[in-house]
C-alpha cells in the first residue's frame, strides 16, 4: 500500500497555464506539506497544513495555491506557470510532533516549456 | 535563523571504503535532527534520527550522533555499497511544523 501518493508523475505544460497536482495520504496524519526541488536538488518546504490548516506559508508567490479538503489530501494548484516553476514538488506527511519522520511521495516533475 | 550546512558533493567511494558526510546545523535550542536518503527517482525516505545530544541514530549500517558541542550530526558508515548510491539529506526540525533541509550529497559508490 502506497503511504503518500502524488499524481501525475510528470507534468509538462505551457507557460501562462494553470495546472494542479494531488496528494493523499493513508497513514492517518495530521500535517501535511508541499516541497519544491530544483535541479541542483535543494529541498525548500513551500506549506505545512496540520488538520486542514495552513501552518507555513514560506514566502511562495501566490499564484501557489494549496488546498485542503480533508486531512487526508493536500493538493497544489499552480496559477499562470513560469518557466522558473520548472523542479520536482513532494508531498510528504507526518502525525505532527517535534521528532516526528516525515513520509515522502514519489514527487511530480513539473516541466514549464 | 535555522539553517543546516553540509558537505559538497558529489562524494565518488569504492566499494567496501568507509564513508563520512559532514553535517552542521545553527538553531536555538536542541532541534531533532535527521538523515534522509533520496534514490533516483524516487521522493526522500528517514535513514535515521536522533532527538537529544548525545543520541546516536543508526540503521542499515549507517551512524550518526547528536554532539551539541560542536552542532554536528555526520553521517558515517563502515563499508558502502553500490546500492548505497544516492542523495544523502541532512535536515532539523526547526519548529512549528517547519523542517529544514541541507542541500544534499550525491554519494557515487563504484564497484
Known amino acids: 500500500d502506497t503511504a503518500v501518493s502524488q499524481t501525475p508523475k510528470y507534468l509538462v505544460t505551457q507557460m501562462g497555464n494553470d495546472k494542479s497536482i494531488k496528494c493523499e495520504q493513508n497513514?492517518?496524519?495530521?500535517?501535511m506539506y508541499w516541497y519544491k526541488q530544483d535541479s541542483k536538488k535543494f529541498l525548500k518546504i513551500m506549506f505545512s497544513?496540520?488538520?486542514?490548516?495552513?501552518?507555513i506559508n514560506e514566502t511562495v508567490p501566490n499564484r501557489f495555491s494549496p488546498k485542503s479538503p480533508d486531512k487526508a489530501h493536500l493538493n497544489l494548484h499552480i496559477n499562470s506557470l513560469e518557466l522558473g516553476d520548472s523542479a520536482v514538488y513532494f508531498c510528504?506527511?507526518?502525525?505532527?510532533?517535534?521528532?516526528?519522520?516525515?513520509?515522502f511521495g514519489p514527487g511530480t516533475r513539473l516541466t514549464v516549456l | 535563523g535555522d539553517s543546516v550546512t553540509q558537505m559538497e558533493g558529489p562524494v565518488t567511494l569504492s566499494e567496501e571504503a568507509f564513508l563520512t558526510i559532514n553535517c552542521t546545523y545553527t538553531a536555538t535550542g536542541y532541534p531533532s535532527l535527521f538523515w534522509y536518503v533520496q534514490y533516483p527517482g524516487e521522493g526522500l525516505q528517514l535513514l535515521l534520527k536522533a532527538t537529544k545530544a548525545d543520541d546516536k541514530g543508526s540503521n542499515k549500517g549507517f551512524e550518526a550522533t547528536y554532539r551539541k558541542e560542536t552542532t554536528s550530526f555526520h553521517l558515517e558508515k563502515g563499508s558502502v555499497q553500490v546500492s548505497d548510491s544516492a542523495v544523502y539529506f541532512c535536515?532539523?526540525?526547526?519548529?512549528?511544523?517547519?523542517?529544514?533541509f541541507g542541500t544534499g550529497t550525491r554519494l557515487k559508490v563504484l564497484a
Open positions: 497513514l492517518g496524519h495530521d500535517t
Open positions: 535536515a532539523l526540525y526547526s519548529g512549528t511544523y517547519k523542517y529544514i
Open positions: 497544513y496540520n488538520n486542514k490548516e495552513l501552518i
Open positions: 510528504a506527511s507526518s502525525r505532527g510532533t517535534s521528532a516526528d519522520t516525515q513520509y
